[in-house]
């Protein structure tokens, strides 16, 4: 079992910038790939980001070059780092966690509001 806590969401101008956060608890955490999703009102939820090491990261086409991914496998932590924000970026953020190797994401955190806005 994972359990996954997110923090960092808020509201934003366009063209700014946010940290999302989230602490992963566990057995053998370092053995999970930890990633980002997404779901904006009436769309289907949508991966961002993905890390299994810091040479291992993937990035949706929407996040290339404008957000950055990182992990701490000591403190078992994830966070993604976005910049250059639009207002297609406002939705629900969520923390997930799925075994290496494994085609499905198993866990995910209870989401985090992110709203760019003027």
């Known amino acids: 079992q994972v359990q996954l806590v997110e923090s960092g969401g808020g509201l934003v101008q366009p063209g700014g910038s946010l940290r999302l956060s989230c602490a992963a608890s566990?057995?053998?955490?370092?053995?999970?790939?930890l990633g980002w999703f997404r779901q904006a009102p009436g769309k289907e939820r949508e991966i961002v980001a993905a890390?299994?090491?810091?040479?291992?990261?993937y990035y949706a086409d929407a996040a290339k070059g404008r957000f950055t991914i990182s992990r701490d496998m000591a403190r078992n932590t994830v966070s993604l780092k976005m910049d250059k924000l639009t207002p297609d970026d406002t939705a629900i953020y969520y923390c997930?966690?799925?075994?290496?190797?494994?085609?499905?994401?198993?866990?995910y955190g209870q989401g985090t509001q992110v709203t760019v806005s003027s």
């Open positions: 997930a966690a799925k075994f290496r190797g494994s085609d499905s994401w198993h866990y």
């Open positions: 890390v299994y090491t810091a040479s291992s990261t």
């Open positions: 566990g057995r053998a955490i370092g053995n999970y790939v």
